[in-house]
């Protein structure tokens, strides 16, 4: 599914009115209210499903949305775990400074000497920021991706210049 994006997954019912705790992988859960039409992603991404998203709200660090004709508690059980996405095209304009997550994988990391280091092969986010996951000549290392370290993207040429710290910077490196 390419040419769509994931803005949160369904972890769980709330409440007894049909709404759904949601692991936000968007900005805000403001962003939601900006969303209408929906489709919902099976784990496995063999089903698909439209939805209508009648209101969202922050709460304890996820969203509680509420979807259209899904009223209950067991209306969202078969769906716990499934992404919330849009079509690309539909996604917000990104400032100068921001990318999409999914566009850094298949990056090369390049030093600022020039030497390949590794390719984006994931990324992660987590409380302490966000992780590449990177496929290195010795194996897979993760590099945060701070302005620090990561001090040019360049999505269009399929690169990031990165400036490692201490103990990544002495890998073994890839000569061009």
């Not at 992603?41 to 709460?59: F, G, M, V, W, Y």
């Not at 969203?63 to 775990?81: I, M, W, Y």
């Not at 690309?88 to 990391?109: C, K, M, N, P, S």
């Not at 897979?140 to 040429?157: N, R, S």
Request: glycine share 12%; proline share 3%; aromatic share 4%.
């Amino acid at each position: 599914m390419a040419d769509r994006i994931a803005v949160g997954v369904i972890r769980k019912a709330h409440g007894v009115r049909g709404e759904a705790s949601v692991e936000l992988w968007t900005d805000s859960a403001d962003r939601l209210l900006e969303l209408s039409e929906v489709e919902l992603i099976s784990p496995d991404e063999k089903e698909t499903r439209l939805a209508t998203i009648e209101s969202a709200r922050a709460h304890l660090g996820r969203a509680l949305v509420k979807f259209s004709g899904l009223d209950s508690p067991e209306a969202l059980r078969d769906l716990q775990n499934w992404t919330i996405e849009i079509p690309e095209a539909h996604a917000r304009a990104l400032d100068a400074d921001e990318y999409f997550l999914h566009d850094l994988i298949g990056l090369t990391l390049v030093d600022s000497g020039g030497r390949v280091r590794g390719v984006v092969k994931d990324t992660e986010e987590g409380g302490g920021g966000i992780l590449l996951t990177v496929q290195g000549p010795r194996g897979g290392l993760e590099v945060p991706f701070a302005g620090g370290i990561c001090t040019e993207i360049d999505v269009e040429g399929k690169r990031i210049v990165v400036d490692l710290p201490k103990g990544l910077d002495d890998l073994d490196h890839v000569e061009d």
